[in-house]
């Protein structure tokens, strides 16, 4: 079994950077590993289509199929593992029992490793969102290259 220790490490990194720059959480979106930040945080790869939930306090979620669930709940990276029938009523539901009012996600015009997120995913995720919550959206690049900078020193 793969040894999450590096992984925990990034997470936690993570977390603290969202305290500092107050945004509520940090969701990476991906299918297939389409999001390759997947590798850095969480470390665990996805088949079918998954979500990383990560808080500024600290809680973990993933949102993942019932084939792929098993290996996300053996990681022990996450506070809670949401194996889903409907992707989307599982991932909507879960953003708005968490209620963020600042959300990270994985783009970025300046930054390829932040730019994660393919249109398609995204607009998918806004179509089965809209009108249920808002939030303002900002860019992962705010923190990950500052983190992938001090796990490498």
């Not at 997470?11 to 930040?37: A, F, N, P, R």
């Not at 994985?106 to 607009?123: H, I, K, P, Q, V």
Request: charged content about 30%; proline content about 2%; some cysteine.
């Amino acid at each position: 079994m793969k040894n999450f220790e590096f992984h925990n490490r990034v997470i936690h990194d993570v977390t603290e950077k969202l305290k500092e720059l107050d945004i509520d959480l940090y969701l990476i979106i991906t299918s297939e590993g389409s999001d390759k930040m997947t590798r850095f945080i969480p470390g665990v790869d996805t088949v079918g289509s998954g979500a990383f939930f990560f808080t500024k306090e600290g809680k973990r979620y993933g949102v993942a199929s019932t084939i792929d669930a098993q290996d996300v709940e053996e990681s022990g990276l996450f506070d809670e593992v949401v194996r889903y029938q409907d992707y989307e009523s599982a991932v909507a539901g879960l953003l708005e029992r968490l209620n963020p009012k600042r959300v990270a996600l994985d783009f970025s015009e300046t930054d390829a490793e932040c730019d994660g997120l393919t249109l398609g995913r995204y607009e998918h995720y806004k179509s089965h969102i809209k009108g249920q919550m808002e939030y303002t959206e900002v860019s992962s690049d705010l923190f990950i290259p500052q983190v992938k900078a001090a796990v490498h020193q």
